[in-house]
């Protein structure tokens, strides 16, 4: 229990002392993830074996003192990241077998960090939904209750580090899908500034949203996480240039005079009472060190949730049509001739969520609906960005709550897909404008869920929301993850 | 109502594969002819997580034809998604342009029959081709399966899209033709319409003569000749003029050319028209071009056809029909400019290429860069035939000898004994010779009967095996038989 209840960075000063060695770490989860994950279901496709390979390889690049700081700890990977000849099925009876020819950026900068890779985790199909649910492989267990979801899409990455199976994961996030999971189990999740981390072998979602980012138990985790992950790509013109900072030496800086904007839209009707008060204590909390708690406007929120579902399922539409069976993926037994194998093969490959959105996607561009849905919505897209641009000239942070209520009971939702697409009401603003925002514990609710705070920061603001995440970590307390004993 | 009371209406959309050594979006050869599939990876495959990263080259070419067609260049376009299934269409979407294409309005300029005709450039955009269908049978209907090969899938396209200038079939064949050429002379597509590298869909509607308003228009498709454009759009103009004829209303619909039959079939109607939902591309930033950028490809650019045909009108004083014959095509200009460089009778080099050159190459076969006569050495054969070295008659022979061979007509002429024969006592021998053989001629002559005298100049020269100088041997029968009447 010793190693699981480790953080990474403690981890790193026992390698680097030689105390344990990268072998010890990974069979330490493998035993973890041989006790609780039957009954949690994180993974997808396990490579425990790979693992241990490569933490040999750690282990010898530690003894050449070649190690970089996350060299030697263990991680899990979302399914839509393309692992080369490792299944990568996003979930989706589409991809059931599908072996990738090549690894996606941030598999290969996670493999040259010297990370063991432990396996691929659960998601909702394709990354659409909000509980993980709609996986084709079945759900994803919320570990702090195994009646409730983990939430999604990245439900399997986090519940995997809720659960000691792992001290890392990376998830993906088109409107939420890293930092509602986040706030569900209790953990850190980032979903960085639009082009930090490469998309390039990402499975996509909506392209001009979707962004990868890291799930570890705390923020000092996670900013030594992002900081393996940032990097230009050149193989995706969308990647921003330029260096990245090392995060980790953003931590730990004074936070007196940090102006922190909370915007009303955001503290709605449906807004869960205890949520509110957590978001009210974290507040009062960096007012206590010294920050300045601003009142501001974001007038177009109410609008992100609309703007977002056109986006998304319109961009989701064309990304999700190469699945017409000639290439890889699912190809119908019931074939006749080309039209007849597009048909059939989409129609048993995805599951009602995914044709669902590619419906309402196509509906958006159609001829007659494109300037009334698709156009409109890139135009109040623009207004959002405006409402932030607004925002952080006056304030450098924004503090508000994750989701509207604590993680959901099994099937609660997934019948009103309405009501699952409320789940991301605050999150995805922050996909709309492009700009960085994360997740963190706010505490725990009456019936023992966890809580989560959303911290927005200015584009490529990353280091200031994670010092100041950092601060309101430290102030607030840990609330300790779920133990799984049985 | 006859064809000619119609005004005939044109418009082309012509697609140019750029010939750039990578695909648009991926590192993937682009040559042709290789074996199936050999020419791609994960991106021109379209395998999922998969980003497209512009090739640059593709962009310059592109700006280069806007620039050779006088097109308003955008420093700022984007890419669009075009989306639709089929099977040879690896993502199910073309990445193009649609709203903000890369080149805005030009126009283009050529002759036809004399008359200088204008062709206004609506837009030209940048977009990736789609890979290839291979049916097991004659036709998709009786196949038992297909094949798909991609690799030409994700190489560079230009689609020039011309306004509805054109008013007859020929004009648009031209026009064609002429997009060709220039296309060639900037070096930016080879253009070979057998290979598919230039294709070409037509739009085209009838009015009455002296009407404003443009009739209903059909696309015709799958014409993959200059010809077959002509043709299909004569047939076209006439199925339309019949229709309008009859009171009836032409549908707006496309239709695809059957060379074989020589007719045009509906392919679908407009209801069933794709709708491809067009949006910005979001996995591409927008292209943004520099003046800077734009005027090194202006400076670069080499001299188009037009002012070519000028030039050499100007300065060589070469007929028009000349200079057009051999500014159309730039291989041949190049040929013609590197041979005047050595030898200054413009119009003597130009009737050559125009006749024994052109000849020789249509025989043949062969593209004029793949000739083996150097231009210098097609110079000094002229030289040679001024000096009197060799006679007009020989020159055909050692042309043909260079061409064949490649040797220079100096080792030619020296090794086959093909000089001329201007020494006046040696010509002077075979004059008297051949007098000798051919009495009943001669005696002809001496009676008064001048044009005999062609008989033996002829004679003269074969006795001499073509060498002798012709001119002499004129003067010299002239004279040997002066000699005999005063005898
Ligand atoms: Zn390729």
Redesign the pocket.
Known sequence: MEILNRSALELRDLLDKREISSRDIVEAYIKRIEAVEPRVNSFVTLTLEEALKDADRADEMIKNNTQTVLTGIPIALKDNMSTYHVKTTCCSKMLENYLPPFDATVVKLVKEAGMPILGKTNMDEFAMGSSTETSYFGPTKNPWNLDYVPGGSSGGSAASVAARETPFSLGSDTGGSIRQPAAFNGIVGIKPTYGLVSRYGVLPFASSLDQVGPFARNVADSAALLSVLAKHDSLETTSLKGPRPDYLNALGRDIKGLKVGVPKEFFIDGLNKEIEAAVKKALDALKALGAEIIDICLPHSDKALATYYLVATAECSSNMARFDGVRFGHRSENVKDSVTMFKHSRAEGFGPEVKRRIMLGTYALSAGYYDAYYLKALKVRRLIKEDFDQAFSQVDVIVTPTTPSTAFKFGEKVQDPVSMYLSDVFTTTANLAGIPALSMPAGLSSNNLPIGVQIFAPRLGEEIMLNAAFALEKALGSIGLPTLEV | MPLNDYTIVIGLEVHAELMTK??L????STSFGSEANS???????GLPGTLPVLNKKAVEYAVKAGLAFDCDISKYSKFDRKNYFYPDLSKAYQISQFDQPICGKGHVEFYVGGEKKVVGINRIHLEEEAGKSVHSGATISDSEFSLED?NR??IPLIEIVSEPDMRSPEEARIYMETLRNILRYVAVSDCKMEEGSLRCDANISLMPKGATKYGTRTEIKNMNSFRAVQKALEYEALRHAKILDRGEKIVQETRTWDDIAGITASMRSKEEAHDYRYFPEPDLVPIVLTDEFIDDIKNGLPELPVAKFHRYVDEYELPEYDAELITADKDLAEYFEAVIANYKDYKAVSNWLMGEFMRLVNEQSVEISEIKVKPEDLAMMFTLQEKGVISSKIAKTVFEEMFHSGKDPETIVKEKGLVQISDASEIEKIVLDVIEKNPGPVAQYLDGKERVLGFLVGQVMKLSKGKANPQMANDYLRAALAKMVKN
Do not use: T
Request: charged share 10%; proline share 6%.
């Open positions: 990578s695909k979006f991926c590192g993937c020419q791609v990876c994960p991106r021109c495959l991609y899938c994700g």
